[in-house]
Each structure stands twice: as structure tokens, then as C-alpha cells.
């Protein structure tokens, strides 16, 4: 059995303008404490967290395994993934017309949704609303980024667009 501290904790700290102190999160639990210094606002999610999982117990549900700290050599920076047929067709004629290899494509735009991700979720974490609506925002934000992914891979040019018996069709 673990201890709540040994559950990753995110802390940030909160503007002046929205009442100061500091919010932690445990992310694998979704639970959030505050407090007027890192010291209380880690004392309080741990509260929170102890409470969380002592209901989840009584209620039989599953409590997620705290996911320990791995060390950058614990990687090889290698990735192996499958594509579809089209998509790999599509990320070959980016790479290409970008002037780069398609790892350098496929590595450049994982940087990059990574990046967004990471800011977004960072302004969320600075601010202070109920968990309930800061998942809305999140989801929300999530859906607009797979709809803009799913866009820019069907990114098509004009002359894509052809006309079968008089009648505009794709």
C-alpha cells in the first residue's frame, strides 16, 4: 500500500490579483489543495488525497498506482509507432515540401503539441475555479486541438475539389 506523498505533486503559485498562496494538484488522483505557502497547499492536497482514497475504498473503486519519477536515461529517444496508409502518405509529402525527414517532421510537430498542451494546462492550474469546471475547460480544449489536428491533416489544395456530372463533389 502507498502513502499519498508518494503520489506526484504540481504546484503553482497564484497572483496577488486572484488572492495569492498557492495551489497543489495531484494529478493521478485529480485532487487540488491551498494554501497561503507551498508548505500548507502540499498539506492540504495530501488532506484532500487521504480522504479521496479512504472513499474510494468504501466504495470498492480502484485507486490509480502513483507513477514514480523516471530519469531521462530511462529513455532511448526511440518511438516506433503505425500510421495509417494516407496519414503516412500525407506526413512524407509534408516532410518533403518542409525540406526535412519525416522524424524531423513527426518530432518538430510532437514538440510543438506538447508545448501547447503543457501552456494550457499551466494557465489552468493557475487559476482557481472548481476541479468540475476546470475539466470542462480542459476537455474543451482537448476537442479543439484533435479538430485542429484533424484539419491541418486534410489540409487539401484548391484543385482537390472535383466535379462529377455537373454536381461539386470531393
Keep these: 500500500m502507498s502513502s499519498v506523498k508518494d503520489y506526484k505533486v504540481v504546484i503553482a503559485k497564484v497572483t496577488e ?24 497547499a502540499i498539506a492540504d492536497v495530501y488532506a484532500v488525497a487521504e480522504d479521496l482514497i479512504e472513499i474510494a475504498r468504501e466504495d470498492g473503486k480502484e485507486i490509480p498506482m502513483p507513477q514514480y519519477y523516471k530519469d531521462i536515461d530511462d529513455f532511448s529517444g526511440k518511438l516506433s509507432i503505425r500510421l495509417p496508409k494516407t496519414l503516412h502518405k500525407q506526413v512524407s509529402e509534408r516532410a518533403k515540401a518542409e525540406e526535412c525527414s519525416i522524424n524531423q517532421l513527426i518530432g518538430t510537430y510532437i514538440a510543438m503539441g506538447v508545448g501547447d498542451a503543457f501552456g494550457r494546462i499551466e494557465s489552468l492550474m493557475e487559476r482557481k475555479e ?8 480542459f476537455l474543451s480544449i482537448a476537442k479543439e486541438m484533435w ?5 491541418q491533416q486534410l489540409d487539401l489544395p484548391n484543385d482537390y475539389y472535383v466535379e462529377i456530372q455537373g454536381r461539386p463533389n470531393i
Design 130 to 137: 472548481e476541479s468540475i469546471s476546470d475539466m470542462t475547460l
Design 147 to 151: 479538430e485542429y489536428n484533424q484539419k
Design 17 to 40: 490579483a486572484d488572492g495569492g498562496g498557492y495551489i497543489a494538484h495531484i494529478p493521478e488522483l485529480d485532487c487540488i489543495g491551498d494554501g497561503e505557502t507551498m508548505e500548507k
